[in-house]
């Protein structure tokens, strides 16, 4: 049976959270009906939301923080350079058609991934690929960073 309500989409989706063992903590916000907070079998840190400016939609949404010495790292880099490895990054992920992308233009500190979810498609498999996806492409990221610009430096 398909959800129908925000109080139906609330409950099934912390039951799926509870039941996979990935759930870490409900948020209160002014700009959401509700916000899970969760940790997938992959380390990364997840969210789930149903924003009140929405309706009948839930959000997937996972930020990956870049390692404060990248942005010094593409700072080094020359202006043709920086845009050069920032376009790819664009370029490959407008090849994902199933991903909002929150990118800023010039020297990101994070960028945003969030997946969508419409409530007549809400169930236990779409949210496990959602969650798995977004994961995924955070993993793909900064590997990508990785592969730039070596280890991070601990600190």
């Not at 930020?63 to 790292?73: D, G, R």
Request: hydrophobic letters at 40%.
């Amino acid at each position: 049976m398909p959800i129908e309500t925000v109080e139906e989409a609330s409950k099934a989706i912390k039951m799926w959270m509870e039941d996979r063992g990935v759930f870490t903590e409900e948020v209160s916000t002014e700009t959401a009906h509700f916000q899970y907070e969760g940790t997938w079998e992959n380390g990364v840190s997840f969210s789930i939301v149903q924003p009140k400016d929405m309706k009948r939609i839930v959000g997937v949404v996972s930020k990956c923080e870049i390692e404060p010495q990248y942005p010094t790292a593409l700072d080094s880099l020359n202006s043709h350079e920086r845009q050069e490895f920032l376009w790819d990054i664009k370029e490959t992920l407008l090849l994902v058609p199933i991903f909002t992308i929150f990118m800023p233009d010039d020297n990101p500190k994070s960028i945003l991934f969030v997946k969508e979810i419409a409530f007549d498609e809400l169930t236990e498999g779409r949210l496990a690929q959602a969650v798995d996806q977004v994961s995924r492409m955070i993993m793909w990221l900064s590997l990508v960073f990785l592969r730039r610009f070596g280890e991070p430096m601990e600190g």
